[in-house]
């Protein structure tokens, strides 16, 4: 982790399956970052059930002999819209699953931005910097997890 003088370094992991959606998140987020004074690096992956398996790879590729990770916390930005298909409940409902395990189990700070929409109206509407602004609301929650891992003195590993 950063320490507490320097700024935070997030990686932005972006499902872009629906890219629009994708990049008007990643929009919001990088807003709120750099409003925050965060740096940050993005990735791509194909869709929302990548995104967990792209943040642990990150973890591991650390070099062990640093004493601190890479990244101080992890944006998870995607969208899942219900189909015809029972896929969107797994999709769904694995992909958030296991980053709430990874946060847990690795003590990592990810705002977690994998939209879950029934259509590409509501996915819009929570996505648009000028709507909801969901990217700037996960940006907003990885900065605070940090804040309440600095305060415990948490590492990441």
Not at 18 to 37: H, M, P, S, V
Not at 98 to 125: F, S
Request: proline share 4%; glycine share 8%.
């Amino acid at each position: 982790m950063a320490k507490a003088d320097s700024p935070p370094n997030i990686l932005i992991v972006e499902a872009r399956f629906y890219e629009d959606i994708a990049d008007e998140l990643a929009k919001g987020a990088i807003r709120e970052l750099d409003r925050r004074g965060a740096t940050y690096e993005r990735i791509a992956v194909p869709g929302a059930f990548e995104i967990p398996a792209a943040i642990v790879m990150s973890e591991r590729a650390a070099d062990p002999a640093e004493a601190q990770p890479r990244f101080d916390g992890y944006l998870a930005l995607g969208c899942v819209i219900r189909g015809e298909t029972s896929h969107y409940d797994y999709v769904c409902g694995e992909s958030a699953r296991k980053l709430q395990d990874i946060a847990c189990q690795e003590a990592l700070a990810i705002g977690y931005g994998i939209l879950t929409c029934e259509n590409r109206d509501q996915a819009w509407a929570r996505a648009s910097v000028d709507g909801k602004n969901k990217g700037r609301d996960v940006a907003d929650a990885c900065l605070r997890m940090l804040e309440v891992k600095r305060h415990f003195r948490v590492g990441s590993r």
